[in-house]
């Protein structure tokens, strides 16, 4: 490791070919640019080490800036053989290593304890991480003196606080132990301390099972690669995985740690790179930022890991053209020539994740339709609680197209390193509504949320789910267990067809209960509300709040249509059209709401909700979403405002079987939906054609215009 | 003209040359390729020619369509050779020519006359103006039968429809009438019509004065150049202006047409394109769409006819980059050679335009700092009423800073085109919101609007205003007329100091009245409102409707805070903070606002506004506004999240002086606005300085800390 020209995580041959891409214009280039400024910016304001501050105030922040420009600079040292960059990562280095241990602990702000430069020790963990590697860089060139004071007054202090002090949390399985382990490993690797290094690969007991790297790999994601917190959570936790597999992989290749636990790695770079919609964002599911993309470090970093060191497969290389940059390092080289000549239109796949240890509680499904930033991606919910960070949102649904999330998730009630908004944190109304199943696109049952809103019920808990046959992007989710006395079913598919240019979004969701409840369908929509059509709209006279609990005491309701088995409205969001039409057997009450309510703090966005109230002991809502016509408002150009679906109508049908028809101006489109027990049964289309045979989950049945069905069971 | 190789706008060398920039990756490379795209896609789709339909619909989509394509296959076919696309355009006409005769009259909508292709005689001005321009291309090869077809089926029956029929109208000075003359001027060019022609110029009477593009020139734009409707309708009546100067300059130059009535025309282009913000848009003033920006294809031509016709400044060639295309002319490649090589950070210069006939009628003042994108831009209003699409808004204010529109026009209440909404007219809320004074950036007196909401009223009257002495960016307008016996006088400046990265924007709004009045200061923000300091935010149980008319009826109530005499709030746009900050000298209730209530159609954007009300006999509202910090939501990077202003002070000071004390971590600044009448007094700063002389209108002091200030008249 200290030979040399060998800087742990880079070799000189590697640098050597990395820099061959400055000044180019891709994301190697663009990222090697971006490092020579943040470089120049630091050498500038020269060597700054405050005191201790909130998240999001200038202390925290530059010394989070600053581990950041120990690695970059070393880093940026050796690339451009600039012994300035060098001198000043070894300057911050020294700074600190002169004054960490007299720090006193920063106060604590939530159950994470404290470090000495944050109030979250993960934050410590982070920097150690970045300061280690600026180490790894710096250590060929340091004198023997100046070596051992960093190690006394600052990596080995961090080290004991972190396996010494912190040890009863050093083992936990999280996102957070993993940022601990790769930590202390890749420090440990750096100052060649082969105990710490032991304990960070397989765990304080040493078997590798209950903590440390392995047991985190094989621990913390479902057998599929799934991360129970989602994919906000996984992106972070995913970045120390690469960096520290990548130093294993190097130094201690006899670990195979690539391979470990039937190559959870891979499989779980996989799912986290699968789950972002094809503008790179990632769902906000769970609590979650609704911006966070592939441009974050973690999902790099995992890109470049994937392309490097397994087989990437296409569709993921095209995605990879959204990021603007990459890591820095071999890694992101081999993403280079990648993606070089890979056709950035591929059709997506739909794809289901199964969740939890064995892969058997429940799981997500994620379908797909179409190519590059024309496709569309929906995600329908059906795992494990994402524990601390769970949202109760079992069957919960999300629908991304045209370029746009169209039914959105809420995300976090958080501004994350904004200082004026309670230091960064998460805000009471993460609990209070952003967590709550009313914030979600789904059915919530007696004005409740799932599970009674109790973490650890949920984490006990979960969905089933299974993709549908007969349809490219179609799926079946069933949770029994978050209503006493209610099972859920949502059967979710996007139908193509040739009477509409972007395929439909298909949405029915059964209850089934012996006593009656208030069902609330509802979801998210963006943009501006065009026209209700038919049911009458009443704007009220004055907003009065949705409720008292669960969310609803943050809903204002506008405006609402009189109860009616039918509703349908059409929204304008950017240059696109949306519709979306429901049924229903029992009449139910629409409503228009508005997020904000009883929010003195100014802490919830004014999103746009549609809610469907109906009373009954069993029911079903059949819902259409639809994306339709172009709205160019500088050009003042416009198209097809109206829904290309001219009736959406549920045919009479035995249990178990739906048959739902649409009627456009070019003809009619039959979808069957079947369980398992009713395939093998017949459709009579009295049209003369012989009667048909169901075989699979959807059919789809394009109609002559006259013709009439009838179902023989 | 009907040389060969001549086809009115283009001869056969100049399509040679554009030919040239085929395939390149400039504005003439991409218009070209949208053309291409164009002609084709009107190609596959064969010839249509539907029946009458609403704004909006298919068939008045494709109408305007066929209009575009006759001149554009037209033009494409002479650019690449291509008979196909000639034979195209020539039989769109033909297939007009065959039905137009008989085509019943369309149903009116508005007040404009119905033509028989569309509901608005304007509509097909425009239509016979591209069809005359197409009809110019495709002549030289038109045998003399098809050629004599069109006249009698098409093109005739226009002039006469235009000329005769709606002969009342033909002379009437409005940008519609800009529209007719072009129309008919151009089409008797091609058709060698002079009678048509002389009327087109010269108006009814012959005259040039009273009618005609020549009257329409002189009358239409004040002596500087501004056009009374605003940008929106500016930007839409140069462009037939453009294409009509154009063609009587290259074929009757004895007419001195680029030069008529003191150069009116040079300095109409000039004023129009100053007006847009640093992104290229225009900023909403009047009734407007909030997204017209310099791409619009009359804003194309006049930055073309300035760049080939004209010197144009080097200011106004670096906004020209931001025009994704340009006009496919001659003229477009002189602003392509005329752009190369212009540094686009060009500092901004602020600009006063007069306003009214004489430019007597108050002006527009257009304050400017800053280069490119990074720049800011205020337009504070005191000129005449933009008749019928006036807003009631005399000293409204709006401001441009980091990107963004911070204090925001609302525009109007209309969705061009878009056949849901009203057919894409004109809807009500735009008489019962947009043009009120409540929904501008302004002080509204006693819950009413300006001249009290009456537009004949206000066509009468305007306000005063000049740029101020001792500061690049300032300005003092006065109305005394608006509201009876109150008078208004707002000072605005952008405030550039060391202390603030971004300038700071300064607004002084002052109401004399001898009796007492209700006054509203208000602003609509955009973003999120991070938190209000000092002064603590009640959130109201239930959201009430703020009044019955003015625009009031329209206005939620959210929040509010106690009455204070100062008052502060951030809010979070994007990657910026901004900061309001207001001190008055009586208490005044600050309120939250957003619009939408009364809204059963769902005609309003759901817009902020923050609302300070007081009741005073004469009162001055004292305001501060600064951008700051950033944010980045995707990597979670934050910083400067507070207000740079730690203290907003007003000093003591005789009428017509007024010093604001502004503090920062960084020190302190004054600034002195002293009226006329108080220059040449002297201000006294206590720290050992000797008296300073004041000068001009805006005096700047960096201070010392300690420093005291006092005013000895």
Same mark, same amino acid.
């Given at each position: 490791?200290?030979a040399q020209?060998d800087?742990?995580?880079?070799?000189?041959?590697?640098?050597?070919?990395?820099?061959?891409?400055?000044?180019?214009?891709n994301?190697?280039?663009?990222?090697?640019?971006?490092?020579?400024?943040?470089?120049a910016?630091?050498?500038?304001r020269g060597?700054?080490?405050?005191g201790q501050?909130?998240?999001?105030? $200038?202390e925290?922040?530059?010394?989070?800036e600053?581990?950041r420009?120990i690695e970059?600079a070393a880093l940026?040292?050796? +690339?451009?053989?600039?012994?300035q960059a060098?001198?000043?990562?070894?300057?911050?280095?020294?700074?600190y290593?002169?004054?960490?241990?007299d720090?006193?602990?920063q106060?604590a702000r939530?159950?994470?304890?404290? %470090?000495r430069l944050f109030h979250?020790i993960? =934050?410590?963990?982070?920097?150690l991480?970045?300061a280690?590697l600026g180490?790894a860089?710096?250590k060929?060139?340091?004198?023997e003196?100046?070596?051992?004071s960093l190690?006394?007054?600052?990596f080995?202090p961090m080290l004991e606080?972190?396996t010494?002090t912190?040890?009863?949390d050093?083992d936990?399985?999280?996102?957070?132990?993993?940022w601990?382990v790769?930590a202390?490993?890749?420090?440990?690797?750096?100052?060649?301390?082969?105990?710490h290094l032991?304990?960070?690969?397989d765990?304080?007991?040493?078997?590798g099972?209950?903590?440390?790297?392995l047991?985190?790999?094989?621990?913390l994601?479902s057998?599929?690669?799934?991360?129970v917190?989602?994919?906000?959570?996984?992106?972070?936790a995913i970045?120390?995985l690469?960096?520290?597999?990548?130093?294993i992989?190097?130094h201690?290749?006899?670990r195979r740690?690539?391979?470990?636990?039937?190559?959870r790695i891979?499989k779980?770079?996989h799912?986290?790179?699968?789950?972002?919609?094809?503008d790179g964002?990632?769902p906000a599911?769970?609590?979650?930022s609704?911006?966070?993309?592939?441009?974050?470090?973690g999902?790099r970093?995992?890109m470049?890991?994937?392309a490097a060191?397994?087989e990437?497969p296409?569709?993921l290389?095209?995605l990879?053209?959204?990021?603007q940059?990459?890591w820095?390092?071999a890694?992101g080289?081999?993403?280079? =020539?990648?993606v070089?000549?890979v056709d950035t239109?591929?059709e997506?796949?739909?794809?289901?994740?199964?969740d939890g240890?064995? %892969?058997?509680?429940g799981?997500?499904?994620?379908?797909?339709?179409?190519?590059g930033?024309a496709?569309?991606?929906?995600?329908?919910?059906?795992?494990?609680?994402?524990?601390?960070h769970?949202?109760?949102?079992?069957?919960g649904?999300s629908?991304f197209?045209?370029g746009k999330?169209?039914?959105?998730?809420?995300g $976090?009630a958080?501004w994350v390193?904004v200082?004026t908004k $309670?230091g960064?944190?998460?805000?009471k109304e993460n609990?209070?509504?952003a967590?709550?199943s009313?914030?979600h696109n789904?059915v919530v049952v007696?004005?409740?949320s799932?599970?009674?809103a109790?973490h650890a019920?949920?984490?006990?808990?979960?969905?089933?789910i299974?993709l549908?046959t007969?349809c490219?992007?179609?799926?079946?989710a069933?949770?029994d267990?978050a209503?006493d006395?209610?099972?859920?079913?949502?059967?979710?598919l996007l139908?193509?067809?040739?009477?509409t240019?972007t395929?439909?979004?298909l949405?029915? $969701?059964t209850?089934?209960?012996e006593q009656p409840h208030?069902?609330?369908?509802t979801?998210?929509?963006?943009?501006h509300?065009?026209?209700?059509?038919?049911?009458?709209?009443?704007?009220?006279?004055?907003?009065e709040?949705m409720?008292?609990r669960?969310g609803y005491q943050h809903?204002?309701?506008?405006g609402?249509?009189?109860?009616?088995?039918?509703h349908?409205?059409?929204?304008?969001?950017?240059?696109?059209?949306?519709?979306?039409?429901?049924?229903?057997?029992?009449p139910a009450?629409a409503f228009q709401?508005?997020?904000?309510a009883?929010?003195?703090?100014?802490?919830l966005?004014?999103d746009a909700?549609?809610?469907?109230r109906?009373?009954?002991?069993?029911?079903?809502?059949?819902? +259409?979403?639809?994306?339709h016509g172009?709205?160019?408002?500088a050009?003042?150009?416009?198209g097809?405002?109206r829904p290309q679906v001219i009736?959406f109508?549920?045919?009479?049908?035995?249990? %178990?079987?739906?048959?739902?028809?649409?009627t456009f101006?070019t %003809?009619?489109l039959l979808?069957?939906?079947a369980?398992?027990?009713?395939q093998?049964?017949? +459709?009579t +289309?009295?049209?003369?054609e012989r009667?048909?045979r169901?075989?699979?989950d959807v059919t789809?049945?394009?109609l002559?215009?006259?013709a009439?069905?009838?179902?023989n069971?």
């Amino acid at each position: 490791m200290s030979a040399q020209g060998d800087y742990l995580l880079w070799t000189r041959g590697e640098l050597d070919e990395i820099r061959r891409q400055q000044g180019q214009d891709n994301a190697m280039g663009r990222s090697l640019a971006a490092l020579e400024a943040r470089v120049a910016a630091s050498m500038a304001r020269g060597i700054v080490i405050p005191g201790q501050g909130e998240a999001g105030s $200038f202390e925290h922040n530059t010394h989070k800036e600053n581990a950041r420009v120990i690695e970059g600079a070393a880093l940026w040292g050796r +690339l451009s053989d600039n012994a300035q960059a060098l001198a000043h990562a070894e300057e911050l280095l020294a700074g600190y290593a002169a004054c960490y241990r007299d720090m006193p602990y920063q106060v604590a702000r939530n159950t994470n304890p404290p %470090g000495r430069l944050f109030h979250q020790i993960l =934050n410590e963990h982070i920097w150690l991480l970045h300061a280690s590697l600026g180490l790894a860089l710096l250590k060929p060139s340091l004198s023997e003196a100046r070596y051992q004071s960093l190690l006394d007054g600052l990596f080995q202090p961090m080290l004991e606080m972190f396996t010494e002090t912190y040890r009863h949390d050093f083992d936990r399985i999280h996102n957070h132990g993993l940022w601990a382990v790769a930590a202390v490993g890749i420090c440990a690797m750096v100052i060649e301390s082969p105990e710490h290094l032991a304990i960070s690969i397989d765990g304080l007991d040493g078997s590798g099972e209950t903590g440390g790297f392995l047991a985190q790999i094989a621990l913390l994601f479902s057998p599929q690669g799934y991360y129970v917190e989602g994919p906000y959570y996984h992106r972070f936790a995913i970045h120390p995985l690469c960096l520290f597999a990548e130093a294993i992989e190097r130094h201690h290749p006899e670990r195979r740690v690539l391979t470990h636990a039937d190559g959870r790695i891979e499989k779980s770079l996989h799912v986290l790179l699968s789950t972002a919609y094809p503008d790179g964002r990632f769902p906000a599911l769970n609590d979650a930022s609704r911006s966070m993309d592939l441009d974050d470090e973690g999902a790099r970093c995992a890109m470049s890991l994937l392309a490097a060191r397994y087989e990437a497969p296409r569709e993921l290389l095209a995605l990879a053209r959204q990021q603007q940059g990459c890591w820095i390092h071999a890694n992101g080289l081999a993403l280079l =020539n990648a993606v070089q000549g890979v056709d950035t239109q591929v059709e997506a796949t739909t794809q289901l994740f199964r969740d939890g240890p064995d %892969g058997q509680s429940g799981g997500h499904a994620h379908l797909k339709r179409g190519q590059g930033l024309a496709a569309q991606h929906v995600v329908l919910t059906a795992g494990q609680h994402g524990m601390g960070h769970g949202h109760f949102d079992e069957l919960g649904l999300s629908f991304f197209s045209r370029g746009k999330e169209v039914l959105k998730e809420y995300g $976090f009630a958080r501004w994350v390193n904004v200082e004026t908004k $309670f230091g960064g944190r998460y805000l009471k109304e993460n609990e209070g509504y952003a967590k709550q199943s009313v914030a979600h696109n789904l059915v919530v049952v007696d004005m409740q949320s799932q599970h009674a809103a109790n973490h650890a019920l949920a984490d006990e808990r979960h969905g089933e789910i299974s993709l549908l046959t007969g349809c490219a992007a179609g799926t079946r989710a069933r949770c029994d267990n978050a209503h006493d006395g209610v099972a859920m079913q949502r059967e979710v598919l996007l139908v193509e067809s040739r009477h509409t240019e972007t395929p439909i979004l298909l949405d029915v $969701f059964t209850l089934t209960s012996e006593q009656p409840h208030v069902y609330d369908y509802t979801f998210h929509h963006g943009g501006h509300v065009v026209r209700w059509w038919g049911s009458e709209f009443t704007a009220l006279d004055a907003l009065e709040v949705m409720g008292d609990r669960h969310g609803y005491q943050h809903l204002w309701k506008q405006g609402q249509c009189r109860p009616a088995t039918g509703h349908s409205m059409t929204w304008l969001e950017g240059d696109s059209f949306h519709s979306w039409h429901q049924i229903t057997q029992a009449p139910a009450e629409a409503f228009q709401l508005r997020v904000g309510a009883n929010d003195p703090d100014h802490n919830l966005r004014p999103d746009a909700k549609v809610m469907t109230r109906l009373t009954a002991t069993s029911q079903t809502f059949y819902s +259409l979403f639809e994306s339709h016509g172009h709205f160019d408002e500088a050009l003042e150009q416009c198209g097809g405002a109206r829904p290309q679906v001219i009736h959406f109508r549920v045919l009479p049908s035995a249990d %178990g079987l739906t048959i739902l028809e649409l009627t456009f101006a070019t %003809g009619r489109l039959l979808v069957v939906l079947a369980e398992p027990a009713r395939q093998g049964e017949s +459709l009579t +289309l009295e049209a003369g054609e012989r009667p048909l045979r169901i075989e699979q989950d959807v059919t789809l049945i394009d109609l002559p215009d006259k013709a009439r069905v009838s179902h023989n069971a």
